[in-house]
């Protein structure tokens, strides 16, 4: 079976900010840096490491800014998000299962945070590439979204997740 994982295949995180105070906030878009997906045409199986999001820039309506972000502000951010969001020392890794793949989605099962969900996930492929748009709410996995300044600046619990493979020959 095929196996792919950076550089030829992405997983990207999009989190967007609520709350009173969402205007001194940013929403990010993230990247795991360190991961690997086994897939063919009828069956998927991926891991990846809790440890590895890595903060690519914050989002402006939708756009990247590259200067919103100080060195500092990234480093801070990916700690939070090991540390104390997805708690990366005691639940190492995401995984997924599939159960069955069919023509435009995939049903399976996402482990995270030591709780596993099934569901369906829908999927295209588009100019030779396999792409996975994903919303996942992370309270469904007993994930406390993060807060800062007594909770009036908050990420919302949706978190969007963009995966995209070269699509399996087999």
Do not use: W
């Not at 295949?9 to 690997?36: I, Y």
């Not at 995270?112 to 469904?140: M, N």
């Amino acid at each position: 079976m095929p196996r792919f994982g950076p550089p030829t295949a992405t997983c990207e995180l999009f989190t967007s900010r609520e709350g009173v105070l969402a205007a001194v906030g940013h929403d990010l878009k993230l990247q795991v840096e360190r991961f690997h997906i086994d897939a063919d045409r009828t069956r998927v199986s991926a891991a990846f490491d809790a440890g590895s999001l890595r903060v690519i820039a914050a989002l402006r309506g939708g756009k990247e800014d590259a200067g919103a972000l100080s060195e500092r502000d990234r480093q801070e951010i990916e700690r939070n998000v090991a540390r104390d969001v997805l708690q990366a020392h005691r639940f190492p890794e995401v995984s997924f299962v599939s159960s069955e793949v069919l023509p435009g989605r995939i049903r399976g099962t996402l482990s995270l945070h030591g709780r596993d969900q099934t569901g369906e996930f829908p999927f295209e492929e588009l100019s030779g590439r396999c792409v996975a748009r994903i919303d996942v709410d992370v309270r469904r996995f007993g994930i406390r979204p993060y807060t800062a300044m007594l909770g009036a600046l908050r990420v919302a619990p949706v978190v969007h997740v963009v995966v995209s493979t070269p699509v399996p020959d087999v």
